[in-house]
Structures are given as C-alpha cells and as structure tokens.
C-alpha cells in the first residue's frame, strides 16, 4: 500500500514538472470526455459491443489491453 502512495505522489511531482496539466487542457480532443463500454461476462470469456460491433475476449487481461490501444472506459457488468 506504500508502494501505491509513493508512485501517487512520484507521478504528481512528474506531472507539476512537466506542465502536464497545461498540455491536457490545450487540446480539444484531451478534453473530450473518454467513451465508454460495456464489458460483460459470457461463458466463454467477455465480450462488449464496440461501434456495432461484438468483440470477443478469453480473458480480462486482453480487456485492458483492448481498451487501452482503443482509448476507452470500460464498465463491468455481471462479474
């Protein structure tokens, strides 16, 4: 749990630094608000609904890498 404090507080200290909170609010698409998905549990894995389209995962770690190369949230359903 310290561990968590500390990289909290080294990531706040990084982004003072760095003006990262003048660069987040110069664009428009930095300020637009993440889309958001719906991921349920199926028996065979997950799936979500993606801009009309279904997309099928065995397991939760290719959720997070899923959503993190399309740039969305992710909301759980029936876990």
């Known amino acids: 749990m ?6 909290d507080a ?6 003072k630094a760095l003006h990262l909170g ?3 609010g110069s664009g ?3 300020s637009a608000d993440p889309e958001w998905v719906i991921v349920y549990r199926t028996a065979q ?4 609904v993606y ?3 279904a997309v099928d995962f065995g397991d939760m770690l290719d ?3 899923w959503a993190a190369e399309m740039d969305v949230q992710t909301y759980f359903i029936g876990l």
């Open 22 to 24: 003048e660069l987040r």
């Open 28 to 30: 428009s698409a930095a």
């Open 2 to 7: 310290k561990l968590i404090h500390g990289l």
């Open 10 to 15: 080294a990531r706040k200290r990084l982004s």
């Open 63 to 65: 959720v997070k890498i």
């Open 51 to 53: 801009r009309g389209n």
């Open 45 to 48: 894995g997950f799936c979500c």
